[in-house]
């Protein structure tokens, strides 16, 4: 038996804008590499909601055929991000009596602990998606973060169970399905990506990762490596585009062009009397814009998402707790001044995130874009999924090896030479008469001197 390495992993991001493959390696740095990337446009999701399985398969084809095209590997196996309006939080508590006091506590006793949270009742319709571990209580020792290996007869839990609408996890597993695909695990897309745009040091300092994609805009805040808070509010880049499209009355196609080549967070930071023109429809003059007007709707827009954010860190509880402040990233996180805008309306630090934290240098640049932070994200998490469940390596047994049996030769032995069969009737060759004088002639000499010396000691 021998262990072979599962190195590969594939991330699908369905998203209310597009859809999104990504397949990607870990090397001996840990850090992915990716050697596949397929993205095609979504027209079955409804803010981060699959509402049309058939349209939602058609795109996940057409992604995942292309990724498989780049890298050269069969997809069989996908981690799935899931989002919307129907995601719930929660804080729960668990308690476990161990018998035996004088004993270890074991990494069976804190999964017994998490299975218990998956028992608990919830809402009709709803599903438990995460159970996350907090601290821990061991006796009376509190803010325990691992308690594997301590004493104690009484183990307590705190955790951060995340729930979702069962139709809406469904949804996403049939349209995966259909694809001919299977579906590893189920993730949150907040949690993916959090762990592909944030440091350690930001996760124990204190942060909120405010992930703003096309139909939401999801949030996650860490302290003290720990996840406290989730939450997901059902506006994103969508909503401002169907602001632009009535306030200005233009097609939408040109409202997101307007919002991506020439829209501002900020209003005060454009000119007054710059113009844009547009085509007009079919026989109609060109439409003149102003980009100050632009960016009034904008601004007023994301404001309104990010009064809704900040409110979400305030009843957390750790809005002054927050040293490394907030960190965007999504397809949203892109629009000009956003930065400044957000620390005016939190009071808080900001900065744009990319999913560079753990990417090794590759050839697909597109992948390092905000937009694209919750499919590496799902890599990240697939690799950790697979690692704790021991996933990562797999046995394999080997085929003995086959040894050919040696030829084998039969040697005929070596028929005897007259000498060595009849020595007495064989003429002896001169040499051996030469040596037979010698013989001959010394021998005497030999017994001379023997006789002599022995008649000299005596």
Same mark, same amino acid.
């Given at each position: 038996?021998?262990?072979?390495?599962?190195?590969?992993?594939?991330?699908?991001?369905?998203?209310?804008?597009?859809?999104?493959?990504?397949?990607?390696?870990?090397?001996?740095?840990?850090?992915?590499?990716?050697?596949?990337?397929?993205?095609?446009?979504?027209?079955?999701?409804?803010?981060?909601?699959?509402?049309?399985?058939?349209?939602?398969?058609?795109?996940?084809?057409?992604?995942?055929?292309?990724?498989?095209?780049?890298?050269?590997?069969?997809?069989?196996?996908?981690?799935?991000?899931?989002?919307?309006?129907?995601?719930?939080?929660?804080?729960?508590?668990?308690?476990?009596?161990?018998?035996?006091?004088?004993?270890?506590?074991?990494?069976?006793?804190?999964?017994?602990?998490?299975?218990?949270?998956?028992?608990?009742?919830?809402?009709?319709?709803?599903?438990?998606?995460?159970?996350?571990?907090?601290?821990?209580?061991?006796?009376?020792?509190?803010?325990?973060?691992?308690?594997?290996?301590?004493?104690?007869?009484?183990? =307590?839990?705190?955790?951060?169970? $995340?729930?979702? /609408? #069962?139709?809406?996890?469904?949804? &996403?597993?049939?349209?995966?399905? !259909?694809?001919?695909?299977?579906?590893?695990?189920?993730?949150?897309?907040?949690?993916?990506?959090?762990?592909?745009?944030?440091?350690?040091?930001?996760?124990?300092?204190?942060?909120?990762?405010?992930?703003?994609?096309?139909?939401?805009?999801?949030?996650?805040?860490?302290?003290?490596?720990?996840?406290?808070?989730?939450?997901?509010?059902?506006?994103?880049?969508?909503?401002?585009?169907?602001?632009?499209?009535?306030?200005?009355?233009?097609?939408?196609?040109?409202?997101?062009?307007?919002?991506?080549?020439?829209?501002?967070?900020?209003?005060?930071?454009?000119?007054?009397?710059?113009?844009?023109?547009?085509?007009?429809?079919?026989?109609?003059?060109?439409?003149?814009?102003?980009?100050?007007?632009?960016?009034?709707?904008? =601004?007023?827009?994301?404001?309104? $998402?990010?009064? /809704? #954010?900040?409110?979400?860190?305030? &009843?957390?509880?750790?809005?002054? !707790?927050?040293?490394?402040?907030?960190?965007?990233?999504?397809?949203?996180?892109?629009?000009?001044?956003?930065?400044?805008?957000?620390?005016?309306?939190?009071?808080?630090?900001?900065?744009?995130?990319?999913?560079?934290?753990?990417?090794?240098?590759?050839?697909?640049?597109?992948?390092?874009?905000?937009?694209?932070?919750?499919?590496?994200?799902?890599?990240?998490?697939?690799?950790?999924?697979?690692?704790?469940?021991?996933?990562?390596?797999?046995?394999?047994?080997?085929?003995?090896?086959?040894?050919?049996?040696?030829?084998?030769?039969?040697?005929?032995?070596?028929?005897?030479?007259?000498?060595?069969?009849?020595?007495?009737?064989?003429?002896?060759?001169?040499?051996?008469?030469?040596?037979?004088?010698?013989?001959?002639?010394?021998?005497?000499?030999?017994?001379?001197?023997?006789?002599?010396?022995?008649?000299?000691?005596?």
């Amino acid at each position: 038996m021998r262990k072979i390495k599962n190195d590969i992993v594939v991330g699908l991001d369905i998203g209310t804008t597009k859809i999104c493959a990504i397949v990607a390696r870990m090397n001996e740095n840990h850090r992915l590499e990716v050697i596949g990337f397929g993205k095609a446009e979504s027209h079955g999701v409804l803010r981060g909601e699959v509402f049309n399985i058939d349209k939602t398969t058609e795109a996940i084809k057409i992604a995942v055929a292309l990724a498989e095209a780049q890298s050269g590997v069969k997809i069989t196996n996908v981690y799935v991000g899931i989002a919307g309006k129907h995601i719930r939080s929660m804080q729960n508590r668990a308690i476990l009596t161990r018998g035996q006091q004088d004993q270890e506590i074991t990494d069976s006793d804190v999964s017994h602990l998490i299975q218990d949270m998956y028992k608990m009742a919830t809402n009709p319709g709803e599903r438990i998606i995460h159970v996350l571990p907090q601290e821990f209580t061991v006796d009376a020792e509190h803010g325990i973060k691992d308690p594997v290996g301590m004493c104690g007869n009484r183990l =307590e839990g705190n955790f951060h169970i $995340i729930t979702g /609408q #069962v139709i809406a996890a469904q949804n &996403i597993e049939k349209s995966v399905i !259909k694809a001919g695909l299977s579906m590893s695990g189920l993730v949150l897309e907040p949690l993916a990506s959090s762990a592909s745009v944030l440091s350690e040091e930001e996760k124990e300092a204190g942060v909120a990762i405010v992930d703003i994609g096309g139909g939401t805009t999801d949030i996650a805040i860490f302290q003290d490596h720990i996840i406290r808070h989730t939450a997901v509010i059902p506006f994103g880049g969508n909503i401002i585009t169907e602001d632009i499209k009535t306030g200005l009355m233009v097609m939408r196609n040109q409202a997101e062009q307007l919002k991506l080549r020439f829209g501002s967070a900020l209003a005060i930071e454009t000119m007054a009397n710059e113009i844009i023109s547009i085509p007009g429809l079919k026989g109609r003059d060109p439409k003149e814009i102003s980009v100050r007007n632009l960016s009034h709707i904008i =601004e007023s827009r994301i404001q309104e $998402i990010f009064e /809704q #954010v900040y409110f979400e860190i305030k &009843i957390s509880g750790y809005a002054n !707790k927050l040293i490394g402040g907030i960190v965007l990233t999504g397809g949203g996180s892109q629009l000009k001044h956003l930065k400044q805008l957000v620390e005016y309306v939190t009071g808080m630090d900001c900065r744009i995130g990319y999913p560079v934290e753990h990417l090794e240098k590759t050839s697909h640049n597109e992948i390092k874009f905000p937009m694209y932070a919750t499919g590496v994200g799902l890599v990240l998490k697939g690799f950790e999924d697979m690692r704790a469940n021991g996933l990562l390596y797999e046995e394999v047994e080997e085929e003995a090896p086959v040894i050919a049996e040696p030829e084998l030769k039969v040697v005929e032995p070596e028929a005897p030479s007259p000498r060595q069969m009849h020595p007495e009737e064989v003429a002896p060759t001169p040499e051996e008469l030469i040596e037979k004088r010698k013989r001959d002639w010394f021998q005497p000499l030999k017994n001379w001197f023997k006789s002599d010396t022995k008649d000299f000691e005596d």
